[in-house]
């Protein structure tokens, strides 16, 4: 428990346990006339105190008469490094992130992320790599380097954290897509099995013969499924992006599936020979710009070779800049050929996207729901899709 809050005529001292309510609300409130907690900070709070004002300190409230505070990072790169070591010293790992990312939207620090020294003391996340790749083409040649290595940080990290469950996910479903009709005890599917026998049900024992046993077979190392990546590279799309091509490197890693990672605006990008590499793929990226949904479909149903074999995962937010009923018209058709179409709103961490209404509703009218889906459960989404079984949809769509 911090002793740096001063009783100012609260009544409470170290101990008591209102104190470490005052000193939370007083770093909450920030300390104006009118905070309520009366208390004052000193010592290390008033630091932290500090390094929160610089960020939060003047908004909505700096128009309201005395109620003004001291703030701003400056706009020198020196007092902008202090203050990204200050709050690593002050907060914890996933705080700094969050404040890194309101200083970037609230006090327009992007354009520091383009010297070398800034790049080296931030805390890397996902959503200062989709503010970097956003920076791609401004970028100094001086920078570029050290920008991919705080990339390819992040994105080692992603793949260690998803790698190995994705992996062991698809291979399952993988093996249980190939069935087979003399299976070994321990690979009978007894659901299809029972399924299968029904007609030969015998109701004074209770039971059915199964004459025909239905199993699980082991897909080999050949291709045994297609599956298409088709990302929206619009820029509300940016984490969406970046996990998007650490499961396309992990997809392609795996000989049984034929992977192709498309990223689209208005124009269309094949990156599939780049998928060694996330973070390759990553650099050749551009968010931002409009959206066509259709054009995008449209060139990844050209290169559709076995449909009934193929998964189609659109990653988007569903605004449309294209034809919209052409789009409609052409996920229609592929579900109609057997190709299995997946659209998610997001592919990230964070909670309900804005996404067009309509279209995903018209997508669900199809059979295609579409819905936001963290990474953590993009594998299972993917498992369903490949033995063709019905997607876990979150209960929040």
Not at 80 to 87: E, P
């Given at each position: 428990m911090s002793t740096d809050v001063t009783e100012t005529g609260t009544g409470v001292g170290p101990g008591d346990p209102a104190w470490e309510r005052l000193r939370r609300w007083r770093l909450v409130l920030g300390g104006e006339a009118a905070d309520g907690t009366g208390c004052a900070l000193s010592g290390r709070d008033a630091a932290m105190d500090g390094t929160l004002a610089a960020l939060y300190g003047k908004g909505d409230r700096a128009a309201q008469p005395g109620r003004e505070r001291s703030a701003g990072l400056g706009a020198s790169a020196p007092s902008?490094?202090?203050?990204?070591?200050?709050?690593r010293t002050y907060f914890p790992s996933s705080v700094v992130q969050v404040m890194q990312r309101d200083a970037i939207d609230r006090l327009g620090l992007a354009a520091l992320l383009l010297e070398p020294e800034m790049l080296e003391a931030v805390e890397a996340d996902v959503h200062l790599?989709?503010?970097l790749l956003s920076l791609n083409k401004a970028m100094p040649e001086t920078t570029k380097e050290t920008a991919r290595a705080v990339v390819r940080k992040v994105v080692e990290d992603l793949e260690k954290r998803l790698a190995t469950r994705t992996r062991a996910t698809l291979t399952g479903a993988l093996d249980r897509s190939a069935r087979i009709n003399r299976p070994r005890h321990h690979d009978i599917d007894w659901n299809r099995t029972i399924a299968a026998n029904l007609k030969h049900y015998l109701p004074e024992y209770r039971t059915i013969v199964p004459e025909r046993l239905i199993g699980y077979g082991r897909a080999s190392q050949s291709v045994k499924k297609e599956v298409v990546l088709c990302i929206d590279q619009s820029g509300s799309m940016a984490a969406s992006?970046?996990?998007a091509s650490v499961f396309g490197a992990v997809l392609a890693s795996m000989r049984s599936i034929d992977t192709r990672l498309v990223v689209f605006d208005t124009a269309v990008v094949d990156l599939t020979d780049q998928l060694d590499d996330p973070v390759d793929v990553l650099f050749g990226t551009q968010l931002g710009g409009g959206t066509d949904i259709n054009r995008a479909l449209a060139y990844c149903q050209s290169q559709i070779t076995r449909s009934a074999e193929t998964v189609v995962v659109l990653i988007s937010d569903l605004y449309e800049g294209g034809i919209r009923n052409e789009m409609l018209k052409r996920v229609a058709a592929m579900k109609a050929s057997g190709v299995q179409f997946v659209a998610l709103l997001a592919l990230s961490d964070e909670g309900a996207p804005a996404y067009d209404r309509e279209h995903a509703a018209a997508l669900a009218a199809l059979g295609a729901p579409a819905f936001a889906?963290?990474?953590?459960?993009?594998?299972?989404?993917?498992?369903?899709?490949i033995e063709k079984q019905p997607i876990p949809v979150p209960d929040t769509v």
């Open positions: 902008v490094a202090r203050w990204l070591g200050d709050i790599v989709g503010t992006v970046v996990y889906c963290t990474p953590d459960l993009f594998p299972e989404v993917m498992a369903a899709a």
